[in-house]
């Protein structure tokens, strides 16, 4: 048996203290030989924790907040890359969002999992990047998530008008101002609308704005 094995050092860093606790069960009661910690959750001060308590693994969130025009949460995983690139990242992550998953896919994370998935996926994740093999995990539930995101890209699906159209949208423009901007009618512009969203498969206006920003449309 091997002698002295080193504790790996594993951080969650999420929102939902819930999550954290979810997170922290699930690697308890399937791995050992790890000391789990809870992190920050915004972006400064987890830098300041990691700094002053490096970590060998990193699982993570990143989160658009409509409310506090804070739509680009893609970033908090680019900062944490650019200065500690040694780390380890697992996100942990309920976004669905083709565009928004594409970018995240450009970043050097080790894993992506939805919290959609069960929890063996994340302990199947956790031991990937355990045993260094190269290349990304994905989990089940966004696997097909991913193929999506590397599908034609927006342009390609959307006619110019629509692509305008959802662009001055997520600028904080109503269909009546886009309307008189573009001298279309108020119907004409909502049917664009509708019809960019049945395309890239978008639910909500939420959705809509968080594609158009993380496609930087804007």
């Given at each position: 048996m091997p002698q002295n094995i080193r504790m790996l050092r594993v951080g969650v860093s999420d929102e939902s203290p819930f999550m954290v606790c979810a997170v922290e069960s699930t690697l308890a009661a399937e791995l050992t030989h790890h000391q789990i910690s809870a992190c920050p959750a915004d972006t400064g001060h987890l830098l300041i924790s990691l700094k002053e308590e490096p970590l060998d693994i990193l699982i993570t969130d990143f989160t658009f907040h409509l409310e506090r025009h804070d739509l680009n949460g893609v970033s908090k995983l680019e900062e944490i890359h650019r200065q500690l690139p040694?780390?380890?990242?697992?996100?942990?992550?309920?976004?669905?969002?083709?565009?928004?998953?594409?970018?995240?896919?450009?970043?050097?994370?080790n894993a992506i999992v939805s919290k959609r998935d069960d929890?063996?996926?994340?302990?199947?994740?956790?031991?990937?990047?355990?045993?260094?093999?190269h290349g990304t995990?994905?989990?089940?539930?966004?696997?097909?998530?991913?193929?999506?995101?590397?599908?034609?890209p927006v342009s390609a699906l959307l006619s110019p008008s629509e692509i305008?159209?959802?662009?001055?949208?997520?600028?904080?423009?109503?269909?009546?101002?886009?309307?008189?901007?573009?001298?279309?009618?108020?119907?004409?512009?909502?049917?664009?609308?509708y019809n960019a969203m049945r395309k890239l498969q978008l639910q909500s206006n939420a959705d809509l704005i968080k594609y158009v920003f993380a496609q930087e449309l804007i």
């Open positions: 040694r780390l380890a990242i697992i996100v942990l992550t309920a976004q669905t969002n083709p565009a928004i998953l594409k970018k995240v896919m450009k970043i050097p994370v929890r063996r996926e994340l302990i199947k994740a956790f031991r990937w990047v355990c045993s260094a093999t995990f994905y989990s089940e539930q966004v696997k097909p998530l991913t193929q999506a995101a590397l599908a034609e305008e159209v959802i662009r001055l949208f997520a600028m904080g423009y109503s269909l009546m101002d886009i309307a008189k901007a573009r001298k279309r009618s108020v119907s004409t512009v909502a049917t664009q609308k």
